[in-house]
């Protein structure tokens, strides 16, 4: 079985673009989450998806976005980028909600520059 | 709120010697804790997990961890250390009932050297 996949991994943006991330899930999984991890702040929760919909949401400003599709794949989004917004991005996958198991992609980094 | 305190940031072992990698977690109702290794340029993989079953918990790759309530506690160990066991290790928690948020720890890297 196919493990979460993440695109694209390696990302080079300027401040004040967008950028678009994407996930594909474990085939079965309906809950997918996104995590942001950097040398100082560590691993932080952006958002949680199942079945569409936004279950949980970290403390990020507006600017991070994301959406989940029928099929549960995901997209996250940050508009108007900062500095310090270089990071890992990372999804994880699982099969249900309200579940520690997560299985993770190996993550988008975006650099900004 | 929630908070996990990994003690140590680095800890360094012979390869074939003992690992301890400490984790304390705030006190909550009925915690599940989570041990998750990350090897350079990739993504985390769970470890084990405590939900609330037995106190000792057995893993992957001969990892085991022990769930002590009363030192709110929950330290990684591994009687032999291996070469491929170098990685960082997050300590993290839930609550169980909630939005599967997990809380990570700051991360411990292991450094094992022959």
């Known amino acids: 079985k196919a493990g979460v996949t993440q695109t694209p991994r390696y990302l080079i943006k300027t401040r004040g673009q967008q950028v678009t991330l994407s996930c594909s899930p474990i085939?079965?999984?309906?809950?997918v989450s996104w995590y942001q991890q950097t040398p100082g702040q560590g691993l932080q929760f952006l958002f949680e998806y199942f079945s569409e919909t936004q279950r949980n949401k970290g403390n990020f400003p507006g600017r991070f976005s994301g959406r989940q599709f029928s099929n549960s794949r995901s997209e996250m989004n940050v508009s108007t980028l900062e500095l310090g917004d270089s990071a890992l991005y990372l999804c994880?996958?699982?099969?249900?909600?309200?579940?520690?198991?997560?299985?993770f992609g190996e993550g988008s980094r975006l650099t900004v520059l | 709120a929630q908070s996990v305190t990994q003690l140590d940031s680095h800890v360094s072992v012979s390869e074939g010697t003992p690992v301890l990698l400490r984790c304390n977690y705030s006190s909550s109702y009925s915690p599940s804790l989570f041990w998750y290794v990350q090897h350079p340029n990739k993504g985390l993989q769970l470890l084990l997990k405590?939900?609330?079953?037995?106190?000792l918990v057995k893993g992957i790759n001969g990892f085991e961890a022990e769930f002590k309530k009363s030192e709110t506690s929950f330290h990684l160990t591994k009687p032999s250390a291996h070469m491929s066991d170098a990685a960082e290790y997050f300590c993290a928690q839930i609550n169980t009932g909630t939005a599967s948020k997990l809380t990570f720890g700051t991360g411990t890297r292991l450094q094992v050297t022959l």
């Open positions: 085939s079965g999984h309906r809950s």
């Open positions: 405590y939900t609330s079953a037995a106190t």
């Open positions: 994880a996958s699982s099969l249900e909600y309200d579940t520690g198991e997560l299985f």
